[in-house]
């Protein structure tokens, strides 16, 4: 067993009622969990790369998820049942091992058991009050500001291009295709302000609204019976639910597994399983339209050192931005499927 799993046996699972028989570093790099071999099978020890009064926001909006159906692994409480170990300012939780295998977007069974889940998810997150003494991550009524930053990180990126002296083949990228994105922008910023938004954020505070903020395939496992179980609660905030929906139609349009009716199916499998009124559904369209994670890229890309090997980050935005004119196209007929949803 490796020094850093003796520490963490001897320092923190010793705060467990489990003899601990082995120790294995599963993942790192900012998110560190290990594979933790017990008399009573295996578990998962995950650290939490937050400080205590968020772990505690975290904690109880996942508690309330599972109080309330949704598949998330069963937490263990430690001896002073907590269901967390603080270790070096780092909050710990021990977790059960799910056995599940990734969804795959190209399977329409398991697309339709993660977007109902998804709906699920949502729905049961209302009624949740945060701990008095949390950190609390409330999102709701933040698109406004984040549109205009958005705008004006891509507005700088688009500066940046032009004084670039050697032609490249991204500079010229970014030169036509970036005026459209921060066109599209500026549109959305305008039609949020005349959309029922703000009504839908009043409705959100005063039933309760989480999201997940990752709902991917890396953060999902299907079960048997197309159970669902979700990880990873560590980006779990106060938010309306299109942020999610958004999140998982981008990622499979990212990685190309999709077909000229999957936008379709998605909104409609959702309706289903947590309905949306057309309203709602309007003010989605302008988190769907709006290229989150394309803007995320171009912040890093600006912040980068000019004499820094880009290849990855250019690379990255080249791909999202194909993502973001595949899924746009999709989105033309967006009025006519949520006419068909909400009749």
């Not at 050697?166 to 959309?195: D, G, V």
């Not at 989150?292 to 080249?318: C, G, P, T, V, W």
Request: with cysteine; aromatic share 10%.
């Amino acid at each position: 067993m490796a020094e850093n799993g003796k520490n963490l046996q001897s320092m923190i699972l010793k705060k467990y009622n489990f003899k601990i028989q082995d120790i294995t570093l599963e993942r790192s790099k900012g998110r560190e969990v290990w594979i933790v071999a017990t008399e009573k099978g295996p578990m998962i020890l995950k650290k939490f790369c937050r400080l205590e009064p968020r772990t505690k926001f975290i904690i109880a909006g996942m508690e309330h998820l599972r109080r309330n159906g949704i598949n998330i692994p069963e937490i263990y409480p430690n001896v002073d049942n907590s269901p967390y170990t603080i270790y070096k300012s780092s909050c710990y939780i021990l977790m059960k091992v799910i056995n599940g295998r990734p969804p795959r977007y190209n399977s329409m069974d398991d697309l339709e058991a993660i977007v109902n889940e998804l709906g699920r998810l949502h729905n049961a997150s209302k009624g949740f009050i945060p701990p008095a003494e949390s950190d609390i991550i409330d999102l709701l009524g933040k698109w406004p500001n984040m549109m205009i930053n958005g705008l004006r990180i891509l507005s700088r990126a688009y500066i940046i291009a032009k004084k670039e002296e050697k032609n490249t083949e991204f500079r010229n990228i970014i030169l036509k295709e970036l005026p459209y994105l921060i066109q599209r922008t500026k549109q959305l910023i305008l039609a949020l302000k005349i959309s029922e938004y703000n009504s839908w954020v009043g409705k959100a505070k005063r039933k309760g609204s989480l999201c997940h903020l990752d709902y991917a395939r890396y953060n999902l496992r299907i079960c048997p019976d197309n159970i669902v179980y979700i990880f990873d609660f560590d980006t779990l905030a106060m938010e309306l639910p299109a942020i999610d929906i958004r999140k998982l139609i981008y990622h499979i349009y990212y990685t190309n597994l999709y077909d000229s009716d999957t936008i379709k199916k998605i909104l409609s499998w959702y309706q289903q399983s947590n309905p949306l009124s057309k309203e709602e559904w309007s003010v989605a369209r302008l988190i769907f339209l709006y290229p989150i994670e394309a803007i995320n890229l171009f912040e890093k890309y600006i912040k980068m050192n000019r004499k820094q090997n880009m290849d990855n980050i250019i690379s990255l935005i080249i791909k999202s931005i194909e993502a973001e004119k595949k899924l746009y196209d999709d989105l033309r007929n967006y009025d006519a499927i949520i006419n068909k949803l909400v009749m």
